[in-house]
């Protein structure tokens, strides 16, 4: 007889796909799904970790997903899954708002990055980045009012009041104001 003895490892690629969901708008919260599957061949043993580094001037607003445990932190949100992951299983998705200051202007990009106790043989995957060019919503309301009474040939003055109720900065300018 023989025998042989052999040491059996883990090995868990796990991977992250952050994508924005409806329009990124100055002034208002971004909102981010992050969705982390576990491509094999073993089970990714909890603690599984999701750092969100959040987009430079923006701030969190909220971090959550079913069994995930999030903590802000400077810049950042990490979120931790205590649970462990089946080979081929996908985690409950996290939802992560994001506040972006009412000036900002051209594109914006959000990164994701998840890492396990179990080791990955594919880190390649383990990182993901959304890019999203920002939008404007300019809500524009004019108020238009005058003093005095009107007199048939006299002058009467009008005062004309503009403002932007939101949420984005509003770019343009008044050349005949």
Do not use: F, M, Q
């Amino acid at each position: 007889t023989s025998s042989d003895t052999v040491a059996v490892g883990a090995l868990a690629d796990l991977s992250i796909a952050k994508t924005s969901v409806g329009p990124v708008v100055a002034g208002a919260d971004a909102r981010y799904e992050l969705v982390v599957r576990n491509l094999g061949p073993s089970v990714s043993r909890g603690p599984i970790s999701v750092t969100d580094t959040l987009p430079a001037g923006t701030t969190l607003s909220s971090a959550s997903g079913t069994g995930w445990v999030c903590t802000p932190g400077a810049g950042t949100v990490t979120c931790v899954r205590a649970a462990d992951l089946a080979a081929g299983a996908v985690a409950p998705v996290l939802t992560v708002l994001v506040s972006v200051p009412p000036s900002a202007t051209g594109t914006i990009d959000n990164t994701a990055r998840v890492t396990a106790t179990t080791p990955d043989p594919n880190p390649g995957n383990d990182t993901d980045t959304d890019s999203s060019i920002l939008g404007a919503e300019a809500d524009l309301a004019i108020v238009k009012s005058h003093t005095g009474s009107a007199v048939a040939g006299a002058d009467l003055t009008w005062t004309l009041v503009v403002r932007n109720d939101g949420p984005s900065g509003n770019a343009g300018s008044c050349s005949t104001c």
